[in-house]
């Protein structure tokens, strides 16, 4: 067993938790991409377009977080491939996000009124003007507050990497526990430092919710 005292400790988690916020952040911007191309895709009258996103949906959705981050890491091994832990976690969780933003996203977008449709049509907008004046940004209002809130997701699922190896929070919790046979503190300050990341999220999601909920007016 190894000599640390609480503020070593501390700072080994804390030097941690910059590369779960970096996973999170990367997750985040290359999920809201992938997610929005999704959203564009399936608003157009592409036949093939709706049945490609909900394909992609259900995959990514239905099965493990955990199960991708394998593949993205062990199986492309199979095509003679070497990726690097970071690369397999960003792969993997950016993949995920996209999934669930593009929903988010796409429920947003039905759940305009369609007298806004109706509207725009009597005003002799077009369909790509009617999209860009009227139901986008009634959609984008009423899509902030959960995507807000699903970033909190992110950083909770940014944790499963360290089954891959990628040294984040909870693989350095994992690291200082069996150097030092602390559990209940090590792991108490994981916990703490996922909860100061995510509660702030959370409380912002909720404000946002109540202060931009557009269909409870």
């Given at each position: 067993?190894?000599?640390?005292?609480?503020?070593?400790?501390?700072?080994?988690?804390?030097?941690?938790?910059?590369?779960?916020?970096?996973?999170?952040?990367?997750?985040?911007?290359?999920?809201?991409?992938?997610?929005?191309?999704?959203?564009?895709?399936?608003?157009?009258?592409?036949?093939?377009?709706?049945?490609?996103?909900?394909?992609?949906?259900?995959?990514?959705?239905?099965?493990?977080?955990?199960?991708?981050?394998?593949?993205?890491?062990?199986?492309?091994?199979?095509?003679?491939?070497?990726?690097?832990?970071?690369?397999?976690?960003?792969?993997a969780l950016t993949l995920f996000s996209?999934?669930?933003?593009?929903?988010?996203?796409?429920?947003?977008?039905?759940?305009?009124?369609?007298?806004?449709?109706?509207?725009?049509?009597?005003?002799?907008?077009?369909?790509?003007?009617?999209?860009?004046?009227?139901?986008?940004?009634?959609?984008?209002?009423?899509?902030?507050?959960?995507?807000?809130?699903?970033?909190?997701?992110?950083?909770?699922?940014?944790?499963?990497?360290?089954?891959?190896?990628?040294?984040?929070?909870?693989?350095?919790?994992?690291?200082?526990?069996?150097?030092?046979?602390?559990?209940?503190?090590?792991?108490?300050?994981?916990?703490?430092?996922?909860?100061?990341?995510?509660?702030?999220?959370?409380?912002?999601?909720?404000?946002?919710e109540a202060r931009l909920n557009v269909?409870?007016?």
């Amino acid at each position: 067993m190894i000599d640390f005292t609480l503020w070593d400790i501390l700072r080994n988690l804390l030097l941690a938790a910059r590369w779960t916020l970096a996973l999170s952040l990367i997750a985040f911007i290359g999920g809201s991409l992938v997610g929005l191309a999704l959203t564009f895709l399936r608003l157009t009258r592409w036949p093939g377009a709706a049945l490609f996103c909900r394909l992609y949906t259900e995959l990514f959705q239905g099965t493990p977080l955990l199960m991708q981050l394998f593949l993205a890491f062990f199986g492309v091994a199979v095509f003679g491939l070497d990726v690097s832990a970071w690369t397999a976690a960003a792969v993997a969780l950016t993949l995920f996000s996209s999934a669930f933003l593009h929903d988010i996203w796409r429920g947003c977008v039905e759940a305009v009124p369609k007298g806004q449709w109706e509207g725009a049509r009597v005003l002799g907008l077009g369909y790509l003007k009617s999209m860009r004046h009227i139901i986008l940004p009634q959609a984008l209002r009423m899509a902030i507050a959960p995507t807000v809130g699903f970033s909190v997701q992110i950083i909770k699922g940014t944790a499963l990497a360290s089954v891959i190896g990628f040294v984040e929070l909870t693989k350095v919790g994992t690291m200082l526990n069996n150097a030092t046979l602390e559990p209940f503190t090590v792991f108490a300050l994981v916990a703490l430092l996922y909860f100061a990341m995510c509660y702030p999220l959370s409380r912002l999601a909720r404000y946002l919710e109540a202060r931009l909920n557009v269909t409870a007016r």
